[in-house]
T-cell receptor, first 112, second 109 residues
């Protein structure tokens, strides 16, 4: 079934640990995005990639890194997790940056 | 700064009509999106406006006035399954989406 998958579904992590959230899409979309969603706030863009091999910083990039080695995968890494990174993380993709975005099911991350 | 404003919560009755407003101030404008998000789920695309006027799609319609920095989402013949959060997002001059905090719509029988 075409779409976007994210893993893990949820995770509890000790502060200071390294964590990679995985995102894979099979729609051959060029653009991919990582957002975090916190209660009372709108979705905030962490990093994005307009095409394989390129990445850019969003509104809240500090403490996160991404890579885009191929079209399908866009992993998000927390190098040293902190409690303020407790959030729901959504990966999204779109055919191009000017199209609507399609979202994955999300990863609920708790940092203790 | 960039800002998207929506009411936090609205309540409506099954079978009725509800209008969810969105006002925005952004650096540039390249379109406005509405998404629906059920609790615990991912946002799903509802509508897109880039020119002034009304876009109709079944029970849902979306209106845009660029001069007023204003949009609304109109939901007709409300059903219980329409209980969800509705997110307004504006694509800015960098082609990034700026999101409102969402409006939680509660439908009562």
């Amino acid at each position: 079934i075409a779409g976007i998958t994210q893993a893990p579904t949820s995770q509890i992590l000790a502060a200071g640990r390294r964590m990679t959230l995985r995102c894979t899409q099979d729609m051959r979309h060029n653009a991919m995005y990582w957002y975090r969603q916190d209660l009372g706030l709108g979705l905030r863009l962490i990093h994005y990639s307009n095409t394989a091999g390129t990445t850019g910083k969003g509104e809240v990039p500090d403490g996160y890194s991404v890579s885009r080695a191929n079209t399908d995968d866009f992993p998000l890494t927390l190098a040293s997790a902190v409690p303020s990174q407790t959030s729901v993380y959504f990966c999204a993709s779109s055919p191009a940056s000017y199209n609507e975005q399609f979202f994955g099911p999300g990863t609920r991350l708790t940092v203790l | 700064g960039q800002n998207i404003d929506q009411p936090t919560e609205m309540t409506a009755t099954e079978g009725a009509i509800v209008q969810i407003n969105c006002t925005y101030q952004t650096s540039g404008f390249n379109g406005l999106f509405w998404y629906q998000q059920h609790a615990g789920e991912a946002p799903t695309f509802l509508s897109y406006n880039v020119l002034d006027g009304l876009e109709e799609k079944g029970r849902f319609s979306s209106f845009l006035s660029r001069s007023k920095g204003y949009s609304y989402l109109l939901l007709k013949e409300l059903q219980m399954k329409d209980s969800a959060s509705y997110l307004c997002a504006v694509r800015d001059s960098n082609y990034q989406l700026i999101w409102g905090a969402g409006t939680k719509l509660i439908i009562k029988p």
